[in-house]
């Protein structure tokens, strides 16, 4: 279920060279062409360890659809799975974010790795593969829209536990006035990151929907 703030909301082993040339790229691209053909069917999300985290986004189970046809009504529904980061050091936000959400990561190649929760994937990927879907259409290290948002079970408890890590915090531990209680924090690349805890009866509702 998808957490919406009203006040904002987004080794290498040898040397490479451009993508699109070489092995590498011909792996990346049939990685990507695999993960994007049936929905999720590319991502590896039964190779990654789950500690109670939820990203948030719209879960891959989908409710209130009847038992006959269930299977081919959730197949022509939209359903958000996957975040993209890109990044100029793969190696390090991956890093980061195991260690945050003590999740482990998927690589498929050195350049692009996932952290699989059950509601949805979180992506990273080098600036490497931009040249894949078009030059300079993302560009590191310069998000200051989009909130990647974790649902966990207790906000305060993760604050204890992140404070050591040395994270930068935008925010302490503050119940917001749509009933999630949250801790907003940046990664390396200085992307925005929502802990959040539903705490009143409405947000609980709205989350376990």
């Known amino acids: 279920m998808a957490d919406v703030a009203t006040d904002g909301a987004f080794v290498d082993t040898e040397a490479y060279g451009q993508v699109g040339d070489g092995v590498e790229a011909a792996a990346l691209e049939d ?3 695999r993960e994007h053909a049936g929905g999720r069917s590319g991502h590896a ?3 990654a360890a ?3 985290r939820i990203l948030s986004g719209i879960g891959s189970s989908v409710r209130g659809v009847s038992s006959s046809g269930a299977t081919a009504d959730r197949k022509s529904l939209m359903n958000l799975v996957s975040l993209r980061v890109i990044t100029d050091d793969v190696a ?3 890093a980061f974010y195991e260690q945050v959400t003590a999740v482990a990561a998927t690589w498929a190649t050195p350049d692009f790795a996932e952290l699989v929760t059950p509601s949805c994937t979180l992506a990273v990927a080098s600036s ?3 040249a894949l879907f078009g030059a300079d259409s993302a560009r590191p290290a310069a998000n200051r829209t989009v909130i990647i948002e974790f649902r966990v079970a207790d906000v305060d ?3 204890e536990r992140l404070t050591p890590l040395g994270c930068e915090f935008v925010q302490q531990p503050t119940t917001m006035p749509w ?3 949250s801790l907003l924090f940046r990664d390396p690349d200085g992307n ?3 802990f959040f805890t539903p705490v009143t009866p409405d947000a609980v509702r709205r989350q376990d929907r």
């Open 128 to 130: 490497r593969t931009v």
């Open 179 to 181: 009933g999630n209680r």
């Open 157 to 159: 408890a993760e604050y």
């Open 31 to 33: 990685f990507q062409q």
């Open 45 to 47: 999300g039964k190779s």
């Open 50 to 52: 789950y500690t109670g």
């Open 92 to 94: 390090r936000l991956v």
């Open 192 to 194: 925005l990151i929502n």
